[in-house]
């Protein structure tokens, strides 16, 4: 059993930055990040493959957010840039058991542990 943690979430203004940090991120392991507004679907952030570090964004968020991990810290981190309001939701990070090398998921139902996630709010 993994129990993750997310951390690093706030209110911010429109057009700053937040960085988020998910533990553990045990190694060879491929992990996400997903978040949800109000309502049923929890909608694909970003992933990370176990081995090698590929890399995966939703087409709507490539360029302002950055998914990466560290080993020696043991942490999944997103980087955050330029925020928008309808960046607002619960961001949770998750990992899948049973991971194949450079393999990233971008479906929620792809991962086994999920973290109990962080509240970012973007005000205009």
């Known amino acids: 059993q993994v129990q993750l943690v997310e951390s690093g979430g706030g209110l911010v203004q429109a057009g700053a930055s937040l960085r988020l940090s998910c533990a553990p991120a045990?190694?060879?392991?491929?992990m996400g990040w997903f978040r949800q507004a109000p309502g049923p679907e929890r909608e694909f952030v970003a992933a990370?493959?176990?081995?090698?570090?590929?890399?995966a964004y939703a087409d709507a968020l490539q360029g302002r957010f950055i998914v990466s991990r560290d080993d020696a810290r043991n942490t999944l981190s997103l980087q955050m840039n330029n925020l928008k309001p309808e960046d607002t939701a619960v961001y949770y990070c998750?990992?899948?058991?049973?991971?194949?090398?450079?393999?990233?998921?971008?479906?929620?139902?792809?991962?086994?542990?999920w973290g109990q996630g962080t509240q970012v709010t973007v005000s205009s």
């Open positions: 998750a990992a899948r058991a049973h991971s194949f090398g450079t393999s990233y998921y971008s479906a929620a139902r792809d991962y086994t542990y």
């Open positions: 045990p190694r060879h392991t491929a």
């Open positions: 990370v493959s176990g081995i090698g570090e590929t890399a």
